[in-house]
Nanobody
Framework: QVQLVESGGGLVQPGGSLRLSCVYSGFTLDYRGIGWFRQAPGKEREGVSCISSYSTYYADSVKGRFTISRDNRKNTVYLQMNNLKPEDTAVYYC????????????????WGQGTQVTVSS
């Protein structure tokens, strides 16, 4: 069975930082990826970043500010978020995806509860 659990969200001021964690089980990243998505109130869910065994991808809106990484021995994918902006406020989800350039177009399994990120002064 595939399981993913998000954590690390919180309330921060603009310019602050957070590190999100996605602990997974039931699969490897050899031929699939783990993607981070977010959904803000009144907006559609969007792909933020993805990591596989061979590549990483970032949405233009977060490039240069966010960094995705993994620790295979801990079965964890991280999303380091720096210089946060109010427009980053959203619920963040991780999900098993394809690992190529169109990673956001195909997902596997159901969505979890996500973790809330709020950026406000």
């Amino acid at each position: 069975q595939v399981q993913l659990v998000e954590s690390g969200g919180g309330l921060v001021q603009p310019g602050g930082s957070l590190r999100l964690s996605c602990v997974y089980s039931g699969f490897t990243l050899d031929y699939r990826g783990i993607g981070w998505f977010r959904q803000a109130p009144g907006k559609e869910r969007e792909g933020v970043s993805c990591i596989s065994s061979y590549s990483t991808y970032y949405a233009d809106s977060v490039k240069g500010r966010f960094t995705i990484s993994r620790d295979n021995r801990k079965n964890t994918v991280y999303l380091q978020m720096n210089n946060l902006k109010p427009e980053d406020t959203a619920v963040y989800y991780c999900r098993r995806t394809y690992g190529g350039s169109k990673w956001y177009s195909v997902g596997f399994g159901s969505w979890g509860q996500g973790t809330q990120v709020t950026v406000s002064s």
